[in-house]
């Protein structure tokens, strides 16, 4: 029996997510069928992240017992020849027993994409959230930096979520513009259900005028999340990285 580690990339457009569900198809579940018919094996696949319907990855993390003699670094390419074209494995290689797509990673990154022009895009609707209004990115980088370091982030999960801990730390927040494209980058050691979404929503509210400037700092102290702007929509989120090793310097 071998571990195989997949790291995958996939426009989440077409699936409810990446988690498997009884009514709807998932990412997982097109991973794990074709895992399938490729090993003969009813493969269980492991993830890093639970993403929601519609948003994209490029770096997800997966991973699965086999049998098979496949060698590892074999299993991408054998993979994508059968996979649906808006899911790719970009790497797959043999790892230790003990490690743990989900419980080893030691942090993630996130990307959120803003497009603020006058019409939506055509080519980036799928992957852009649409702002009517122009964004401020300058006092969006500035706003940003209130979520650095060590803090109690329980007015940035969703209503309905069930987590004892809500404590995360975050090393990296920043936003910056390339034409109307305007792009947050989030990387920290774990995020609550929503939580980037929720930053980005709050963001793109402050830096459209529609929220006062220190609402990330006021919801970090209060804990309330009417304190911060609306949830972004999910199309504009993609899983950038997971992180295995330690990252830098942490505030």
């Known amino acids: 029996m071998r571990r195989i580690h997949l790291t995958i990339e996939y426009d989440g457009t077409n699936y409810a997510g990446w988690q498997r569900q009884a009514n709807a198809l998932a990412v997982q579940q097109v991973l794990e069928e074709t895992l ?29 017992d086999t049998d ?12 994508n020849a059968l996979l649906p074209h808006d899911i790719r494995v970009r790497r797959s290689e043999v790892v230790s027993c003990d490690f743990h797509a989900r419980f080893s990673s030691k942090g993630k990154r996130y990307r959120y994409l803003f497009y603020d ?3 939506a895009g055509a080519l980036n609707r799928n992957t852009h959230a649409h702002s009517i209004y122009p964004l ?38 920043d936003v910056a513009r390339r ?4 792009e947050l980058t989030v990387e920290g050691n774990g995020f609550l259900y929503n939580m980037v979404r929720i930053i980005a929503g709050t963001l793109r509210d402050i830096g459209s005028g529609k929220l006062a400037p220190g609402a990330l700092a006021r919801a970090i102290e209060t804990g309330n999340r009417l ?23 942490v505030l």
């Open 36 to 64: 399938r018919r490729l090993t003969g094996e009813a493969v269980v696949l492991h993830g890093a992240s639970r993403t929601d319907a519609g948003v994209h990855a490029l770096g997800q993390s997966a991973h699965f």
């Open 68 to 79: 098979s003699r496949i060698p590892g670094e074999k299993y991408s390419y054998a993979l």
């Open 117 to 119: 022009a006058p019409h």
């Open 136 to 173: 401020d990115d300058d006092l969006m980088r500035r706003e940003a930096l209130a979520l650095l370091g060590e803090h109690d982030f329980a007015a940035f999960a969703a209503s309905g979520s069930v987590v004892k801990d809500t404590v995360r730390t975050i090393w990296r927040a």
């Open 179 to 182: 034409d109307h494209d305007v």
């Open 227 to 249: 304190d911060l702007g609306v949830t972004a929509p999910a199309h504009g989120l993609t899983l950038m990285e997971v992180f295995y090793t330690e990252r830098g310097n």
